[in-house]
Nanobody, 122 residues
């Protein structure tokens, strides 16, 4: 079974919004509560970029490129994290991956989803 499953990708126009979801059916409730969860993105030919993380105390971190436009959140009761993406730009086009660090420190993700494609047209 898959540990992490992303959904919510699609094609939008610049300035519009999307919300990505990441379900974690492979985690126990306690395991998920203790994990750091995050979102990363990658464009073919470029390095993977960390977009946002939220640790097990609720502290969030964002890349400079999305700060003020994206919001990461988590619902521990549903074993799900979300990435609300507003004011999307064409440069946000990428495959977005959900990830989790079971140790909770956001220091190195040990579980990854398969990704969901986001395309933003101008």
């Amino acid at each position: 079974y898959e540990r992490l499953v992303e959904s919510g990708g699609g094609s939008v126009q610049a300035g519009e919004s999307l919300r990505l979801s990441c379900a974690a059916p492979g985690f126990t409730s306690r395991g998920y509560e203790g994990a750091c969860v995050g979102w990363f993105r990658q464009v073919p030919g470029k390095a993977r970029e960390e977009v946002a993380t939220v640790d097990n105390t609720g502290n969030t971190k964002y890349s400079d490129s999305v700060k003020g436009r994206f919001t990461i959140s988590r619902d521990n009761g549903e074993n799900t994290s979300y990435l609300q993406m507003d004011s999307l730009k064409p440069e946000d086009t990428a495959t977005y991956y959900c990830a989790a660090d079971s140790a909770g420190f956001c220091g190195g993700m040990d579980y990854w989803g398969k990704g969901t494609l986001v395309t933003v047209s101008s």
